[in-house]
């Protein structure tokens, strides 16, 4: 019988996360009873979209919801068995039972790490993926600007608009991630926004304006984007992480959204669920000729996962940030 280690949020925070917003905390686990598995997490994945849950959503003191990969240990639950790969997202926590609910099986690509299925062959490349070329309806050639350019969506983002022919700028807060989507991704432009203020230098990286802006950061870059916004141009709002510590984001030059004729639209992955099929089809064949280059920031044990979600949203990550518990 199994001690298992879990994370768990103990205090809401205001603004940034903390440490003493989190404890480690051990539990008992049985063994697998009739109908379930026991299953062992390998690799966690530590996403933004967290922090909104530790203001509301996230419940006190149970382990924290997030994706992971785990292997069975154990099983008593038809169509399991000891050895197999499941993806889940019952997340921050070594080991666990389950009636099955909620895991899907991996069949991971023989040729790939198994990590990539966390993030370029996984969630965030899918979401990158569909938000560019559904939601975006990105076009060959066009004009493009994706911000947190080096991070898990926004780096496939960026590749999947190079792929296509188009004009690419991104921007990062950070001097090495900068140097990474210029040298190894070959954008065309790039910009720290901690260094250069991001409305004056987006004007000068796009003399032909945007014709598409994909939107992980909203605030200061959805501002500056809306301003570069071509005729007809789309924004896929991916996400908003200038605004998910304090709770709002202050957006100015809205009306642009009218005189350009711009559509932005939201979305979550499950909107395109219906790419799946091409996106791994696709995804692999890009990863395997190298012509999607991803990073990980990987940090080892349970005991680092807050410590990892903190360092996330402040930047420490270049590419996706995984927490890994065993091999
Ligand atoms: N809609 C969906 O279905 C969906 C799914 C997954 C993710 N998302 C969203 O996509 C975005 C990226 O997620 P990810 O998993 O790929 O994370 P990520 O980009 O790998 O990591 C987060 C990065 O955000 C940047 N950042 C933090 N605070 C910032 C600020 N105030 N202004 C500008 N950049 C800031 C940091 O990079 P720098 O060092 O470059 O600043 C940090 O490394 C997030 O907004 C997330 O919520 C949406």
């Known amino acids: 019988m199994p001690k298992s280690r879990e994370i768990h949020l103990v205090q809401r925070p205001t603004g940034a996360p903390t440490p003493e917003n989190f404890a480690l905390v051990e539990r008992e686990v049985g063994d697998a009873a009739d109908g379930q598995v026991l299953v062992q997490n390998l690799l966690m994945s530590v996403d933004p979209a967290m922090r909104p849950r530790l203001t509301a959503g996230q419940a006190l ?3 924290m919801m997030g994706g992971a990969i785990g ?4 099983s008593r639950l038809d169509g399991y068995a000891a ?3 499941v993806s889940h997202r019952q997340g921050f926590r070594e080991y666990f039972t389950s009636d099955g609910k909620g895991l899907n099986k991996l069949s991971p690509d023989p040729d790939l790490p198994l990590s990539v299925h966390m993030h370029a062959l996984g ?9 560019l070329l559904h939601i975006g309806q990105l076009k060959d050639g066009e004009q493009v600007f994706v911000s947190t350019a080096a991070g898990a969506v926004g780096s496939v983002a960026a590749q999947i608009a190079k792929l296509k022919g188009c004009y690419v700028v991104g921007s990062t807060g950070a001097d090495d991630k900068a140097a990474w989507l210029r040298d190894e991704i070959g954008l065309d432009a790039v910009i720290n926004y901690k260094v ?3 409305r004056q230098a987006l004007e000068e990286a796009t003399p032909k304006g945007l014709d598409v802006y994909f939107d992980n950061v909203g605030g200061d870059h959805l501002e500056a984007a809306l301003r570069r916004m071509n005729t ?5 709002v991916c996400g908003f992480i200038s605004g998910y510590n304090s709770g709002h984001s202050n957006v100015g030059n809205l009306s642009n959204i009218i005189y350009s004729r711009v559509m932005l639209r939201g979305f979550v992955a499950p909107d395109f669920m219906h790419l799946w099929g091409d996106f791994l089809r696709d995804m692999a064949g890009w990863l395997k000729d190298g012509k999607v280059k991803y990073q990980e920031t990987v940090r080892d044990g349970i005991a680092a996962a807050p410590a ?4 996330l949203m402040a930047g420490e990550n270049s590419g996706k940030m995984l927490v890994k518990l065993a091999e």
Do not use: K, M, S
């Open 123 to 131: 969630g965030t490349g899918f979401t990158a993926y569909g938000g």
């Open 232 to 236: 007809l141009g789309r924004i896929p």
């Open 83 to 85: 050895g197999d790969l």
């Open 71 to 74: 292997r069975v240990v154990q």
């Open 61 to 63: 003191d149970e382990p």
């Open 196 to 198: 250069q203020p991001i």
């Open 308 to 311: 990892a979600l903190i360092g």
